[in-house]
């Protein structure tokens, strides 16, 4: 059995931070990024954990992120649109200046949405989506990536794995959240089965003839494919064009002219809208969250699982036991904290 470091939560969060200090990031990029790369840990997805800081790292000292950003709201009084410009920085610190001016102006006029251009995004959504249900509000996220997808039908990647998230608060439990790639897989996922040596499911991705394949290597070099068929390949289209196209960004073709690569984190923009669902119900019999429990109870009880359960009870045991990692990722996080830029290639 291989040695574990058990940290807790905030150890963790004071050593990631430090390592992006160490390689430039300023105060508001490194806390922010750190804090949902540690979110990922705590519950336990590996593949949105400290699994991701070299690739942020290797994003910036291929010049294609700006670690000393300082991410600014553009005025926009009379709108349920907000916007901020993370000034080519990370999409976390602009998320987290933006988010009290969307759920104010969501309780306001019922819906509200908050654009982020010019950023780069490399975590999974469901943090953005709880920070939504924190405030009471539901809440859907979306971005688009870099091609890395066929359509279905297709032989080439086109379609990014365009990340669906949707959140709905719960009184005295956890919100119902699901965050989903529109690929059969995520391309982060693939990755660990390459360091792990395994073969992928069949179904996942193709080579760079078009061909079905289980090896990660394949696939890396040829394209993922949509989860459901068309169905995945319709949605993953909707989020190039309501995320990349409406708010006046790149899509994920766009993206991948522009760096030219898939080993560095793609820069593109995203859009998150906040509903206040009392807003919404207003008028209407019935208080939305107590029927909303109904539903939940009765998905419950017929034995199905809600979303990020697992998620849900990891994070659970990483506050009361703090979190493991093994021995290869305490000597990464050293050796990254020690090196800085000169740590990644």
């Known amino acids: 059995m291989s ?6 939560i905030t150890a963790l969060q004071e050593r990631v931070e430090a390592i992006f200090r160490k390689a430039g990031l300023n105060g508001t990029q490194a806390g922010a990024v750190a804090r949902v790369v540690v979110a990922g840990e705590r519950d336990a997805c590996k593949s949105h954990g400290i699994y991701r800081i070299e690739g942020a790292l290797r994003t ?13 709201l553009v005025p926009q009084e009379s709108t349920a649109i907000v916007r901020v410009d993370a000034k080519g920085g990370f999409a976390s610190p602009a998320f987290e200046l933006g988010l009290p001016v969307l759920a104010e102006r969501a309780r306001s006029c019922g819906l509200a949405a908050l654009v982020i251009n010019d950023c780069t995004h490399f975590s999974a959504l469901w943090p953005e989506v709880e920070a939504l249900t924190e405030q009471g509000l539901a809440g859907l996220v979306m971005c688009p990536s870099y091609a890395t997808v066929a359509p279905t039908g297709g032989n080439k990647p086109l379609l990014g794995t365009n990340p669906l998230a949707f959140g709905w608060p719960r009184e005295g439990k956890p919100a119902y959240v699901f965050d989903f790639a529109t690929s059969v897989a995520a391309r982060g996922e693939i990755e660990l089965y390459r360091r792990a040596g395994k073969p992928l499911p069949e179904g996942w991705a193709i080579d760079t003839e078009g061909n079905p394949t289980t090896d990660p290597n394949a696939a890396l070099a040829g394209a993922m494919l949509p ?36 080993t560095l984190a793609p820069r593109h923009g995203e859009l998150i809208l906040g509903f206040s669902p009392r807003a919404f119900a207003a008028g209407r019999s019935g208080d939305p969250f107590a029927r909303a429990e109904v539903l939940f109870e009765a998905i419950a009880g017929q034995g199905a699982r809600l979303p990020s359960q697992r998620r849900y009870a990891a994070r659970t045991k990483s506050v009361a036991d703090g979190i493991a990692l093994t021995q290869a990722e305490v000597e990464q996080l050293d050796r990254l904290l020690a090196l800085g830029l000169d740590a990644v290639a």
């Open 227 to 262: 989860f459901g068929g068309h169905k995945g390949s319709a949605i993953a289209t909707m989020v190039e064009l309501l995320a990349g196209i409406m708010i006046g960004d790149l899509t994920s073709p766009e993206v991948l002219d522009l760096l030219g690569t898939t």
């Open 3 to 8: 040695e574990t470091t058990t940290l807790t």
């Open 60 to 72: 910036v000292k291929a010049g294609k992120v700006d670690p000393d950003a300082l991410p600014e």
